[in-house]
């Protein structure tokens, strides 16, 4: 458990969930004496949490594990507790944390005690920082070592640029926003409220544009100039590495709380709807839509110029070529197998359109020498 | 519309044609005098763009936006022109302005709005630029803050290096480049003139080389160290967080005019030709040659040691795993559908081969049944 | 070839291998006057390397290459050289070097002259490098230009910390690390000995966790902030922009000798086996466990929660979507083929399902109307 706390830091068990649970998620604590008396230093998984350890369960399947866990309070819901009691007949070793939503429960926990381990974060503005005279930066802005914050930036109330990260000129972040160390935010580029941004992060970069050059018969390019621009939303997270181009006449956008893994590509011109998450290594080509509350699997890519409506599940790996207009689950992965067996079916796909031939001959030949006759 | 200039340094549309169009495209203005009084001051497209910007139409399929668009005034080729005279009977509300390339106008003029709007560049040697004495800068370089040249670089006329990117020892940038934010360049990285170079780019890391330890049975590996280079041609632009990779013993190389997108992977001694473009995400392994004016759809990968010939289009999300030597477009992605429909069909593909053996089976017992039997 | 030592620099072929072959490999040299005449300036392929060079024989197809090479002497095994000695009836313009693992001899040939090709290094603690006063650096560590080392760090013996790059809070590095520009690990990561990490690598983002918000009916979500953190064994190599994030509340494991390329995503909780080596582009989602000595080609991905055995290799472009227990090659990849010759083909995976059942339908028909009925 990399988090643990002094004891003089740990609170009691009702006192961290009075302060954690900021999102006021009803909870039951059917013994309230112990949970005045119990410190909790830290969080862990069931199977490894401490005895001065909080831990929790959301997977029903996992039930089995609460007969053997170490951990000093547990969160889990009222069923999984009905199910335990029913099934032991001794005193849990734990305390019971009744919740309807014990998953949410532990995210507020976890962002707890992330903000109560001792970490250095930017403190105000670092000598080696260079802002430009002409940027605003709001009151608690922190700006950390070698950043750079260009003329006309904006900077809200609470926001803290990492050590090394350029905001460029003219771009705008919100309140309470966390830029890790190493993120570039070019020209021009707009972030709404409380987005973390990873290290690695560029926004705004150029989207890929090209004309043929006509003076040329054979294929020889003449850029296009990307003077759009990046809007981003309220509450949205991008991980390490990830980009997201400027849009070519308009604005790449990123609606309220869209929340991206590391490592994804989003072209310009493409719009991503509110609470819309995509996972690590996904790629979206130039000017698609994609709707609301849609999740994206890992290394899954979407073609250009696509529309693809609200609460679509696209698999991970899977390429979207066309548009998806209904809601649900869309697939397109190839199945591997062992490679001797692969090659051997392989080999066939590249005769399925004849297969399909053969076969409509013989159901030909055979309607033509059936029994009826 | 992102870019607008005030009415002050909004240029004539016959003073902007002028400027821009550097490439000489003929154009033509069926009413010059129109053209020496309409202020431009800026670029959108036709849905959005307002009476004082200038739009584009370039896809046929799109004429029908001419009769609502509020543009000032249009690039269109003269077909389009014609068909829209002969549709409306009104006089258009924009000027046209006649190019048998428009597509190829509109890239002159965001390019001339781009160098017009108002935007923090790096001028001269920042302060806190890290210069090694033995570095050899022409005249008119600019060098941005916390930026490094390392000992022995060398950069050409007019070339501007931005904020914390890193040329290193011995490395080599020709005349007129242009670095984002953010590029590193190992040591003897050899770039020529008027590249592109955005935000996170890596020339000339270490290709992905290890022998196997013979003192071992097991496997275990040794570093084989890379002591190549990188060296790419004139007008080269590549995307954000893309990565070159330095050739084993030879060079890793990029001809003139190469486009790269965005998080693309080029491994150890692969060779791109002249003009050749690939969109995001595209991976390709070490030692492939790559001909000219090919193009590579997003997230393809081509497997290492192959040969591909000019003139190849590749199409997004295709695996390339063996030559091809004629041009032509080639495509292997496999189709998606809704989950449930792609998991009943997909469990075919595991059993392709033994299908092709029971039709073959049908054909022979068929044969042997048949009428003339 | 870029690296050619001056004469006065190079070493007797003697010299070079006494020194370069740190690892003991046993070689023979027929002629050991020669060797010690012999200067060795660099180290190239059969095909390009001059009489000043040294090359090896690695591939035994191409043993016709020794006829023709210019080389000044050539690592080849007992076999080659054999081969080579009864085909031809003239003395070799080469030196032969004889080593029954002679692609290992090369590779620690390349190291040598890496090393000893001039290059600028982080050499001390440079002014510009920021480091905490509670940071422990041990003797002889390098810390380049703008680098940063945040509050109790450790970095061990000899190691060197590129320009730019940031060991966080509480990190530690081992000995004799290198880290290139520009290399970021977050607060508590933990790195063993000897690790190269290249530009752009992130090391210890926030995994991808987000519990649905039950406060709305929509999705929306709630960050499960990441307590883990990420724990890389001795002798690792990173490639540029990979990222490996932290756990969610243990740790993600690159175990000893691992090799990572360029752009690849290590997801929360992953643990990667001793000596396992993974190309360019590779992504491996939250809490798969891939074993030892596995080797993952390019683009490949493996969704999350899997077990991978050891000696698991994993063809470049697969998706691994279930567990693998037995060690061999597994592939999973769509062929490619021209576009016309694709788009007909791979109509029919769509209908894959309805083929199967009108093939069993005819083998029915044709089991009741068979001759012997």
Redesign the interface.
């Known amino acids: ?3 643990l706390l002094s004891p003089e830091q740990a609170p009691t068990l009702a006192d961290l969930l009075d302060t954690a649970n900021t ?3 009803p909870v039951q604590l059917p013994d309230q004496a112990v949970a005045g008396n119990l410190h909790i230093a830290g ?3 069931l199977s ?1 949490a401490g005895s001065s350890e909080i831990s929790f369960l959301s997977n029903p399947r996992l039930t089995s594990l609460l007969a053997q866990t170490q951990a000093g309070a547990v969160v889990l819901d009222a069923k999984a507790w009905e199910t335990y009691q029913a099934q032991q007949s001794d005193q849990p070793g734990f305390v019971p944390v009744i919740c ?2 014990p ?2 429960l ?3 926990l ?2 707890w ?3 109560h ?1 001792i ?2 974060l930017p403190q105000g503005i670092h000598d ?1 920082a ?1 802002i ?1 005279p002409s940027a605003k930066l709001d009151h608690d802005v922190s700006v950390g ?2 950043a ?1 914050v ?2 006309d930036a904006t900077i809200g109330a609470g926001t803290r640029v990492g ?2 990260s ?1 905001v ?2 003219g771009a705008s972040l919100g309140r309470d926003c966390l830029l ?3 993120v ?1 935010l ?3 580029v707009h972030v709404g409220d409380r987005a ?1 941004l ?3 992060v ?1 926004l705004g ?2 989207g ?8 040329h018969t ?12 990046v809007r981003i939303g309220n509450d949205v ?1 991008i ?3 990830t ?1 997201v ?1 400027r849009g ?4 790449t956008v990123l609606g309220d ?1 869209v ?1 991206l ?3 994804i ?1 989003i ?1 310009h011109n493409v719009t991503v709807g509110e ?1 819309t ?1 995509m ?3 996904v ?1 979206v ?1 130039g000017s698609t839509a994609i709707g609301a ?1 849609c999740t994206v699997g ?2 899954a ?1 979407l ?1 250009g110029h696509l529309t693809v409506g609200d ?1 679509v599940h ?8 066309s548009d998806i207009s209904s809601p ?12 001797r ?13 004849a ?2 031939r ?2 409509r001959q ?2 030909k ?2 309607a ?4 009826q006759d």
């Open positions: 458990m990399p988090v999102i006021g998620l969080l862990g998984a490894s309807q939503a998953y949410a532990y995210a507020m976890a962002q005690f992330d903000a381990r970490r250095q080696t260079s430009d070592p070698y750079i260009e003329a050590a090394h350029i460029g000129q890790h160390a190493r570039t070019y020209h021009g973390i990873h290290s690695g560029v970069a150029d890929f544009g090209f004309a043929p050059d006509p003076r054979d294929q020889v390019w003449v850029k296009i100039a990307q003077l759009g621009d997270e991980g390490a590495n980009t181009d070519a006449l308009e604005s709380g929340k893994d590391n490592q590509m072209a609470h998450a996972a690590a290594c790629g080509a509350r890992g290394a890519m073609s609460d696209i698999s991970g790996g899977t390429a979207i070529t649900g689950r869309y697939t397109g992965v190839y199945p591997f197998a062992e490679h067996q692969w090659k051997k079916n392989t080999a066939v796909v590249a005769q399925l359109s297969l399909r053969r076969l013989l159901e030949q055979l033509g020498s059936s029994p």
